[in-house]
């Protein structure tokens, strides 16, 4: 048992909160892992002195470290879902990103080229600048090539 003389401690300590406090100090895989030791420990104090006066008792701290454990797993796994949620969110908003850079890449080539559409992509090029400094997103970078033309 990892918390063995910890638990001994705790037992005898005067202060009644000392046990949870010391708990809910620890991480939660490892408030598992001590309650685990906790249970076996109470398992064994009972079975050595032969006092089972607390078998109901520890029934329902064993059911309940049991349940708690299954929820400390479920807080764990919804926390790395929620983790690569995230990191799905940002690979696709860094796609987005790369592919509003390509298009603004493909107006400016189109105006500095004078292709045939020139005309229709400054015209967009104006209107995509007008929205983007409304939205606080504007880049003057990405415009320089074309800005001498609005």
Known sequence: MKYKQKITELTFDKNPKALEQYLQSLPLTEQVVFLKDFKVFTQQN???SGDFSIADTFKKLAKNIDAYEKAVIEELKAEEDYKKALEAQEAQLQKMEA?????????????????SNATDMLALSKKIIASEKETGFYDENVWKPILHLI
Not at 99 to 115: M, P, S, V
Request: net charge positive; hydrophobic share 50%; aromatic share 10%.
């Open 46 to 48: 009972m079975f050595k």
């Open 99 to 115: 592919a509003a850079l390509g298009a603004k890449k493909y107006i400016i080539n189109c105006i500095i080229n004078n292709e």
